[in-house]
């Protein structure tokens, strides 16, 4: 699990997008702490409806519909989690995490060729920052774009090699490429790292089929197991 900051609060998040949430005074605008505090004990309506409030009292507050938004994510509402992000990015929110948690969103509703934009601008913003670099590598893969997912990938787990689902990623990345070597190096490294860590020890399995014929077409239908 991922820890993600919203001022003093402390939430965790799955680790398979490395969203974070934040915001205050780097932002030049703090937001209403009590909505914040819903939001930090997970309590999405309450956080939403108090956030509403909020933006009915001050409807240039563009931290509070970044806030919104991610709140309406959490509840499974996409199409308003984008729309308050793009109100909060017209309101001059200039925040990497808001543009990486767009991508994250518009990757959730399938929009890939704009969750890459948007992913390469969070990776821009803030280069040292793997989660950015993760999620590029992600949509590159499901789009097909190889190598630059795997360029995507090694950077991120250079800045922060503790990443087991950075290192099954980059394993599917290679065995798509037809690079069963170094996938099978890859995914062996990590079952021996992390035995509990499950989807590397079925990728070797479906590696093995492969190799051995018993699983045929295209590498990226061969089922290699993603992160968890």
Same mark, same amino acid.
Request: charged residues 5%.
């Given at each position: 699990m991922t820890?993600?900051?919203i001022a003093a609060i402390t939430l965790q998040w799955p680790a398979i997008s490395f969203a974070r949430l934040s915001g205050g005074p780097s932002d030049n605008q703090v937001c209403d702490p009590l909505a914040d505090y819903y939001l930090g004990m997970e309590d999405y309506p309450r956080a939403i409806r108090q956030h509403q409030i909020v933006i009915e009292r001050h409807h240039d507050e563009a931290l509070?519909? =970044?806030h919104?938004?991610?709140a309406y994510g959490m509840i499974g509402d996409h199409q308003r989690e984008l729309d308050d992000y793009q109100k909060a990015i017209a309101l001059g929110?200039?925040?990497?995490?808001?543009f990486l948690n767009l991508g994250l969103a518009y990757m959730e509703a399938g929009r890939l060729d704009s969750a890459r934009a948007v992913l390469r601008m969070a990776a821009l913003m803030?280069?040292?920052q793997p989660q950015s670099h993760y999620n590029l590598a992600l949509v590159y893969e499901r789009q097909g774009m190889l190598e630059k997912?795997?360029?995507e990938?090694?950077?991120s787990l250079r800045l922060d090699p503790n990443q087991n689902d950075a290192r099954n990623e980059l394993g599917?990345? =290679?065995a798509e490429e037809g690079d069963y070597e170094r996938a099978h190096r890859e995914w062996a490294d990590l079952a021996a790292s992390n035995p509990s860590y499950t989807p590397s020890r079925a990728n070797l399995a479906i590696l093995k089929r492969v190799e051995q014929g018993e699983i045929k077409g295209p590498p990226r239908l061969r089922g290699f197991a993603q992160a968890q």
């Open positions: 820890t993600v900051t509070a519909y =970044y919104l938004g991610f929110l200039n925040n990497w995490e808001l803030a280069p040292s997912a795997e360029q990938m090694l950077l599917v990345i =290679y």
